[in-house]
């Protein structure tokens, strides 16, 4: 079955501890996204992959990490996690960069104490 | 800079009455502009888009360019349309979309 996934789907932690966020696609799709959704704000780009190696920042990159070593993985990390990064986390992908439809993962639910 | 607003945080309607949940974004060049919808539990899915044209699941949004509005509507909503909907806006050949924050849709019976 075509899909995004995302793991773990849901991770307590707390402050400083790093962490890392998976997301993989089997659909051969160059272009990988991250976006965060809070209450009130919809959903906010964190960082964006047109390709293997080639990555950007979105709207809201600040304390995070990407990397794209794989064409299927894009994970987000989390170097040291702060209490204002508590939200619900999603990977989407698409065959292109060019703007068709994103396939979005079924999210990951990150608490930080 | 582009930006994506969905006046309504929350729409409460009830089934068989239409539906208009509004998007309107500023942008100076040519968008595209884009409907996504969560239903409970589930992810994030494409409705649809305004290069297409096309009615999904009785939705239809026609893009306004003169009142830079995207708006989306149905004429006879149902209980499955409840869900929380996305307006989103791309602006440029790297597949960036912007989000307007949501509305959420109840339709009672």
């Known amino acids: 079955e075509a899909q995004v996934t995302q793991n773990p789907r849901y991770l307590i932690t707390v402050t400083g501890k790093k962490l890392t966020v998976t997301c993989s696609q089997n659909?051969?799709?160059?272009?990988m996204s991250w976006y965060r959704q809070d209450p009130g704000l919809g959903l906010r780009q964190i960082y964006y992959?047109?390709?293997?190696?080639?990555?950007d920042k979105g709207d809201v990159p600040e304390g995070y990490k990407v990397s794209r070593k794989e064409k299927r993985n894009f994970p987000l990390i989390l170097e040291s996690p702060s209490p204002n990064q508590t939200s619900l986390y999603f990977c989407?992908?698409?065959?292109?960069?060019?703007?068709?439809?994103?396939?979005f993962g079924p999210g990951t639910r990150l608490t930080v104490l | 800079a582009q930006r994506v607003t969905q006046p309504e945080k929350l729409l409460s309607v009830f089934k068989g009455a239409p539906v208009e949940l509004k998007c309107n974004y500023s942008?100076?060049?040519?968008?595209?502009l884009f409907w996504y919808v969560q239903y409970s539990r589930q992810r994030l899915q494409l409705l649809l888009r305004?290069?297409s044209r096309e009615s999904i699941k009785g939705f239809t949004a026609d893009l306004n360019k003169g009142e830079t509005s995207f708006h989306l509507k149905k004429p006879f909503a149902q209980e499955e349309d409840s869900a929380m909907y996305y307006c989103?806006?791309?602006?440029?050949?790297?597949?960036?979309?912007?989000f307007g924050a949501g509305t959420q849709v109840v339709v009672t019976p």
């Open positions: 989407a992908s698409s065959l292109t960069p060019r703007t068709i439809e994103q396939f």
């Open positions: 989103a806006l791309s602006t440029d050949s790297w597949g960036k979309l912007q």
């Open positions: 992959s047109m390709n293997v190696e080639v990555t």
């Open positions: 305004h290069i």
């Open positions: 659909m051969n799709h160059e272009y």
């Open positions: 942008y100076s060049g040519s968008p595209e």
